[in-house]
């Protein structure tokens, strides 16, 4: 049994987590600002003999005594990240400085969540992990996608400077219970809008492609690279391959809730990837990993979910 740290812990992916390490045997020390997550996430985990909740903001030092750290905090959402750039920028440099630092003193393994945003919009598709991004260092999207790279910078110099055991995952689009309903993301965005029978929003006409990943399958991922050889680092691609499109995804949501909603298209915000797609044989190779879960069967847990949260 470890004792372990999820910073974010109370957001949508860190939940969850907290849930797979709990279920697994080992005490969890839950660190969170709740800048974006909810206490209902965790909730269920209170009172739990093996779960700690800690409201702490990583951008300060931290001094606890772990053997293993996944560094999740960060606004993952255009509307959430972009609400205080700079904030988001310090969570994730400093954040990951202090995170990486407390590492170092216990001499410890950590996991830093990063993202498919360091490609940025992407000229290579779909992505491999070798393909270095087209990212704007000045556009509004930036606190978010070059606060990510520069974690992943600190990751590799501690790696290489202090030995420090380091696990890199970049995260496609996830999806599943507990994401926030009105955090402005594709798949939240379009089930709210279908439950409450609203138009529909399309951006640009609709066929810009992105791949979605089931949260359940996205979790056994990252706990498969947390405790993979010591000598795997990544950075590691782990999200579902399967491509649609935002007109796909738009007319099977209205389908399964049986929705009068309509379309409505609007333009396509600055900087938003046409594309989005990872290439995983690294994590089928070194993890063993691959998503189980159909676009179909994860919609229909997300929405069953999304039904809870009407008021
Ligand atoms: N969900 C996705 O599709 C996705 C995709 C790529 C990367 N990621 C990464 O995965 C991680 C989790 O994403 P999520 O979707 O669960 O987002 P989320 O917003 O639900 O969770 C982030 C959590 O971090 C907390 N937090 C933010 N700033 C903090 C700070 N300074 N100190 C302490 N806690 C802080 C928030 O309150 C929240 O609970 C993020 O690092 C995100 O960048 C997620």
């Known amino acids: 049994m470890k004792r372990i740290l999820v910073t974010g812990g109370g957001g949508f992916l860190g939940s969850h987590?907290?849930?797979?390490?709990?279920?697994?045997?080992h005490e969890v020390l839950c660190v969170d600002n709740f800048f974006t997550g909810r206490r209902q996430n965790i909730h269920h985990l209170m009172d739990h003999r093996n779960f700690e909740l800690l409201r702490?903001?990583?951008?300060?030092?931290?001094?606890?005594?772990?053997?293993?750290?996944?560094?999740?905090?960060?606004?993952?959402?255009?509307?959430?990240?972009?609400?205080d750039p700079v904030q988001t920028t310090k969570t994730s440099v400093v954040g990951a400085i202090n995170m990486l630092g407390l590492a170092k003193r216990l001499k410890i393994r950590i996991l830093q969540a990063s993202t498919s945003e360091v490609y940025g919009d992407p000229?290579?598709?779909?992505?491999?992990?070798?393909?270095?991004?087209?990212?704007?260092?000045?556009?509004?999207?930036?606190?978010?996608?070059?606060?990510k790279r520069c974690a992943e910078t600190l990751f590799f110099d501690y790696h290489r400077q202090h030995q420090?055991?380091?696990?890199?995952?970049?995260?496609?689009?996830?999806?599943?219970?507990?994401?926030?309903?009105?955090?402005?993301?594709?798949?939240?965005?379009?089930?709210?809008?279908?439950?409450?029978?609203?138009?529909?929003?399309?951006?640009?006409?609709?066929?810009?492609?992105?791949?979605?990943?089931y949260v359940d399958d996205l979790?056994?991922?990252?706990?498969?690279?947390?405790?993979?050889?010591?000598?795997?680092?990544?950075?590691?691609?782990?999200?579902?391959?399967?491509?649609?499109?935002?007109?796909?995804?738009?007319?099977?949501?209205?389908?399964?809730?049986?929705?009068?909603s309509n379309l409505v298209f609007k333009p396509l915000p600055q900087d938003d990837p046409l594309q989005r797609k990872p290439i995983i044989d690294m994590a089928k190779e070194h993890l063993n990993w691959q998503p189980k879960i159909a676009l179909e069967e994860g919609l229909d847990r997300t929405i069953a979910y999304f039904r809870t949260q009407l008021s």
């Open 123 to 147: 000229e290579v598709h779909p992505q491999p992990e070798s393909y270095r991004g087209n990212v704007s260092t000045t556009g509004p999207r930036a606190c978010y996608d070059e606060g």
């Open 56 to 83: 702490h903001d990583i951008t300060f030092p931290l001094y606890v005594e772990v053997d293993e750290i996944y560094n999740l905090a960060c606004p993952a959402s255009p509307i959430h990240y972009q609400f």
């Open 17 to 25: 987590l907290c849930d797979k390490l709990i279920a697994a045997g």
């Open 219 to 260: 979790i056994d991922g990252m706990y498969r690279l947390m405790n993979s050889g010591p000598d795997f680092t990544g950075p590691v691609n782990i999200g579902n391959p399967t491509e649609f499109t935002m007109l796909q995804l738009a007319e099977l949501i209205i389908k399964m809730t049986k929705s009068k």
């Open 164 to 213: 420090l055991e380091i696990k890199v995952m970049r995260i496609f689009n996830t999806y599943g219970p507990r994401m926030h309903p009105e955090d402005g993301r594709v798949v939240s965005n379009f089930i709210m809008q279908a439950l409450r029978h609203e138009d529909i929003t399309i951006y640009g006409d609709g066929m810009q492609t992105r791949s979605f990943c």
